[in-house]
């Protein structure tokens, strides 16, 4: 049993005799309090998709969700639904957009490393890799004799997010994006 502390994004737990999906966590610190933090974790019912949120001490003690990942490749769209292969036996599975908003802006059909998450055989969520790689749709020109400077400018890439990239970088170079962090770190290899 992990503590609250120890919970990261995507992961299913049980939580009042339901599984929930952790979408996102905000640490927070509170002043005048001895010890820990707090924990503010928004989920969604793995069933009903309903949202709560809810807060919890550091040392809280949480169980994970029995859930299973299979790797799979983004396959096409159907209306609203993504459509994702398992690669080892060709399951399709249908996620619905609002269900993987997120992780849509950094998706492509060149992304490897995908796993979708099952919750008793029924897809609730994606696991993406830690970077992916994408091409610059649209920047500021680049600044002749920039260099690795802090300073950075936005850029527009090819699946609509839009990070901040070193003045370096131009349009239609590739970069390696973190998508947890959502930040740019390198150039793509050619």
């Known amino acids: 049993m992990p503590k609250a502390s120890e919970i990261k994004r995507n992961n299913a737990i049980d939580y009042d005799g339901k599984t929930y999906i952790v979408r996102d966590i905000e640490r927070s610190v509170p002043q005048g309090r001895a010890g820990g933090s707090l924990y503010r974790m928004r989920m969604y019912d793995v069933v009903t998709g309903r949202k709560i949120d809810e807060t919890f001490k550091d040392s809280d003690m949480l169980n994970f969700a029995d859930l299973i990942r299979r790797p799979a490749m983004f396959s096409y769209v159907d209306g609203d639904d993504y459509v994702f292969m398992d690669q080892e036996d060709y399951t399709p599975y249908n996620l619905n957009k609002d ?13 490897a490393g995908i796993q979708v998450v099952l919750v008793n055989d ?6 993406m890799p830690q970077t ?26 090819s699946t609509g997010a839009t990070i901040q990239v070193p ?21 793509a290899d050619k």
Do not use: C
Request: aromatic share 4%; proline share 5%.
């Open 122 to 127: 029924a897809p609730v969520g994606l696991d």
């Open 132 to 157: 992916v790689e994408l091409v610059v749709q649209e920047t500021d020109p680049s600044i002749k004799g920039a260099s690795a400077t802090s300073r950075t400018k936005p850029a527009l890439l």
């Open 99 to 111: 269900a993987i908003a997120e992780e849509i802006l950094f998706l492509n059909e060149e992304t």
């Open 167 to 187: 003045e370096h970088i131009s349009t239609g170079d590739r970069i390696r994006v973190n998508i947890e962090e959502r930040k740019f770190s390198g150039r």
